[in-house]
């Protein structure tokens, strides 16, 4: 199944660190960040979810909800808790699901091509890419990411492009290549030059089909 931007995200209901979980109703009114991972206990990984929960103060100033999918059971991922949280210097209080049946692996199309699937698989076997999912409170995808195994993400532009799917979220604007907040938005095309600047005051017209505002607040 492939997933695109602005599909319903796939509704399923499993176990948990944090217990039973259904992720629309887990959602709520929040935006929601659904990550995935190759196993519990190996390396890339334990450092990517030392990021995430480093970075849980962040993520609860943009109401948004992060987790974490593995391919283990959840009493191993308690067990490889400990691990992240001492690494991390931070508590891993976000909820890492169950997927031993693969079911979400395959229902997000996180699998790569040549995925070999065995029952004793390992980690290379099963090779999860580290897929990205931004969700918003109306449980739709707003961006995917995709990583292969040998490469870790970056959590501090997973971070920075929520905050360019918020600050545009029914907005007639777009962020610009490299954009951080506090910098400067792109007008969009819907609105005359007139229009534009009812809306958002001084507009900087670099060319007829591009013109720079003051990000709104949020």
Excluded at 65 to 76: A, L, P, R, W, Y
């Amino acid at each position: 199944m492939t997933i695109r931007i602005n599909d319903v995200a796939p509704d399923f209901t499993v176990d948990s660190t944090a217990g039973k979980i259904n992720l629309h109703e887990w959602i709520g009114d929040s935006y929601a960040i659904l990550f995935s991972h190759p196993r519990d206990f190996t390396p890339v990984c334990t450092t990517e979810f030392g990021a995430v929960a480093q970075l849980a103060p962040e993520f609860a100033k943009r109401n948004t909800k992060v987790m974490g999918v593995s391919v283990d059971n959840v009493e191993e991922h308690k067990k490889w808790k400990r691990d992240i949280e001492a690494f991390a210097g931070a508590p891993a209080d976000f909820p890492i699901i169950d997927d031993t049946s693969l079911h979400v692996s395959k229902l997000y199309d996180m699998l790569p091509a040549d995925a070999y699937l065995p029952d004793s698989r390992t980690a290379a076997n099963t090779a999860t890419v580290r897929s990205v999912f931004i969700i918003g409170p109306d449980k739709k995808i707003r961006l995917t990411m995709l990583y292969p195994m040998s490469v870790g993400r970056n959590f501090a532009e997973i971070l920075r492009a929520l905050d360019a799917i918020q600050i545009t979220d029914g907005v007639p604007i777009a962020t610009p290549a490299n954009w951080v907040p506090g910098q400067d938005v792109i007008v969009a095309l819907s609105l005359n030059d007139e229009q534009a600047k009812d809306k958002f005051g001084d507009i900087n017209i670099k060319l007829p089909y591009l013109r720079m505002a003051k990000a709104p607040k949020k």
